[in-house]
RNA sequence: GGACCUGUGGUGCAGCUCGGAGUGCACGCCGGCCUGUCAAGCCGGAGGUCGCGGGUUCAAAUCCCGUCAGGUCCGCCA
């Protein structure tokens, strides 16, 4: 039907008889005896010299044949990639006639998003929305390739799959076949990637749609996607290995950027430095301890158990207003309060305006401008408190105030590990799992599982790019003692555990290979790639914050019959109550 | 579950503080003119339940209450 794109024909070209197929854009018209037609198509546009209009109107999908000629001097235009030449002697057939479209396809346009997703198809004909989908195909098959050079074999795994009532809420599925039961789908493919291990698959990798019912956010959807790995006879650093050098291949050919390694912080060096376990590192802006230097203060306010402070930057002058501010969200933090000292010259040198100024002791104050090497019109920050809400706080003012810095690469990846085994205790006491409950402990801190469980590390791991988190793993635990010790503190009764696990366990039995792996977003690399702060913008069809898809109108009620065959009656919503 | 922001012809906005006739801008659409435009230009035209409901008022896009939808965030996301 076609012989050339649009976006492909040049001066090369010239003398040449084409067809081109696409959209019609922009006309301009000049009387009966000579119009412009943009014609459209993925790979770019090409202007169509025709007689009259032949009554085309925007979107109306046409065939084109014609010749491609020189554009007449002065004529061309350097802003299109064929902008030397045009199609001239036309003879246009209309495929397709189509309605005005409710927005116009331009990047230039800006259009509210519900209204792109009502008319997504017609969005996605937007050069943007089709650069952003290509390229995540590019990463798909990148991704592929450096996992299949790697050794890895791609499996696919069960969508209708059994309830594990842990972490994340679950979207069900109603069982036709035996009324009153469901399958689940999948919120990742965890245990079934573990049993493909057990199953001798050695190194495995999918990129799995996973589904978790829980609320939406810029970087959330009900449904993502996720590259899965999981590799026996690993340990830690090989998994890091295999995703650093993934990474490596994704970024060098989709961006250009050569990325040599990947830092790795501990969790401690984490949260200690950046205040999160999702450091932003493109920028340093690192929270400083001051809890000694403040060990004796006469200052009320920093008579806590940690204190800690930033240093903003002179390019981020903070005002009078600003600064309260910044303390006004400190406080909805959970700060009782926010302490600023803004560095000023003075004839004896650098001196720090504060209203705490007149209370801070000289040594303080010489320790303080040293601990931050601070220079006029610089400002600290300081917060004191229970020493996981100072980290907390300043992490998050660090976020609001760090601004990426130009020395730094744009993409600013880390490793995160020995995250805590154990997040903390629920309400009857028990432990509650940092990652999941198939993780493996630290074995050197193993010991302290009793005596100080929140002490001790998992062999867990994050990936990090320019703040957001891309992807965590873990190596599992294959040994029956450490699984029931553990199932033990997070308070699953062995009972529990096979009703929920019972053929996981059943499988390591068997004979369990060591074994580990990695789980990274695949939405949210893409959006970082593209520089986009939302993962809708990489999505085909994604649904609003509210779960609803504003093009299908989906979800919608279901027939009596439907709900009949599925052995399902709704209930009011009163008889919730 | 909670907080904040937004909702005005097809699209994007202004108007809202300080109530006075659906007033304005840009794009698009329809018609006319136009033989080298390219975000074409010029002339004319059509197009509105100011998200929805209630209240205050002589009078509401504007003030108040409620509600719906969208966005961002908190909770939630082993």
Redesign the pocket.
């Known amino acids: 039907m076609r012989s050339d794109y649009c976006g492909q024909i040049s001066s090369h070209d010239i003398g040449r008889q084409v067809s081109v197929c696409g959209w019609v854009g ?1 006309r ?7 119009a ?1 037609i ?1 014609l459209r198509d993925h790979t770019g546009i090409i ?1 169509c ?1 025709v007689q009259g209009t032949h009554g085309l ?2 979107e109306y999908v046409v065939k084109i044949t014609g010749t491609v000629s020189p ?2 001097e ?4 350097k ?2 990639a064929t ?1 030397e030449v ?1 199609i ?1 002697n036309c003879e246009v057939e209309v495929l397709s006639k189509a309605d ?1 479209p ?3 396809i331009s990047d ?8 792109r997703l009502r008319y997504r198809y017609l969005d996605l004909r937007r050069n943007k929305m089709q650069h952003h989908l290509r390229m995540r195909a590019k990463v798909n098959s990148l991704l592929r390739h450096s996992f299949e050079s790697q050794g890895f074999t791609e499996v696919e795994t069960p969508l209708l799959w059994t309830p ?1 009532p ?4 679950e979207f069900v599925v109603p069982s036709r076949m035996k009324p009153g039961s469901f399958y689940v789908l999948p ?2 493919p ?2 079934a990637k573990q049993l493909l291990m057990v199953g001798g698959l050695d190194r495995y990798y999918q990129i799995a749609r996973c589904l ?1 019912d ?7 959807q009900f449904e993502f996607t996720q590259l899965d790995i999981e590799a026996s006879f690993v340990t830690q650093q090989d998994i890091l290995d295999f995703v650093t050098q993934a990474v490596i291949d994704v970024v060098s050919e989709i961006t250009g950027i050569s990325i040599e390694s990947i830092p790795i912080l501990t969790w401690e060096q984490s949260m200690e430095l950046y205040g999160t376990d999702k450091p932003d590192l493109r920028f340093d802006m690192q929270i400083v301890d001051l809890t000694a230097i403040f060990k004796d203060t006469q200052i009320k306010a920093f008579q806590a158990n940690s204190i800690k402070g930033i240093k903003v930057p002179s390019s981020c002058p903070l005002s009078r207003s600003k600064l309260d501010n910044l303390v006004a969200k400190a406080k909805e933090m959970g700060a009782k309060g926010l302490a600023w000292f803004k560095a000023v010259d003075s004839e004896d040198g650098v001196v720090l305006e504060s209203p705490l100024a007149k209370h801070l002791g000289e040594l303080e104050s010489k320790a303080l401008i040293e601990a931050f090497g601070i220079e006029p019109l610089e400002t600290i920050l300081i917060v004191a408190d229970e020493i996981s809400l100072t980290r907390n706080i300043l992490g998050n003012l660090r976020n609001e105030l760090g601004e990426p810095d130009p020395e730094k690469p744009s993409l600013c990846f880390a490793w995160v590990v020995d995250f805590p085994l154990f ?1 903390g205790f629920d309400e009857d006491g028990n432990l ?6 198939f993780t493996m402990p630290n074995l050197e801190d193993f010991h302290l599982i009793d005596s100080d469980p929140l002490s001790v590390r998992s062999q867990s791991y994050d990936l990090v790019l320019n703040g957001w988190e891309l992807g965590s793993g873990s190596i599992r635990i294959h040994r029956d003692d450490i699984q029931s010790k553990i199932f033990s503190v997070l308070g699953i009764s062995s009972e529990q555990a096979q009703e929920r696990f019972g053929f996981l366990l059943s499988a390591f039995s068997f004979g369990a290979p060591p074994h580990g792996g990695f789980a990274l977003g695949l939405d949210r690399t893409i959006a970082l790639l593209a520089g986009e702060d ?1 993962i ?1 913008e990489v999505i085909a069809f994604p649904k ?3 779960g ?1 898809d ?1 093009m299908t109108q989906a979800p919608k009620p279901i027939s009596p019959q439907q709900l009949k065959l599925l052995s399902l009656v709704p209930i009011k919503d009163e008889a919730l109550d």
Do not use: C
């Open positions: 922009r301009r018209e000049h009387g009966e005896h000579l412009f943009d202007q010299v109107h925007s554009r007449p002065g004529t061309s235009n802003d299109l902008g045009e001239t005005s409710p927005f116009s230039r346009i800006e259009v509210e998003e519900n209204v594990t842990e972490g994340a809420r919120q990742s965890q245990i978790r829980e609320d939406l956010r810029a970087d959330r997040e509650i799992s940092g990652h999941h409950p939302n809708r609003t914050s509210s609803f504003p």
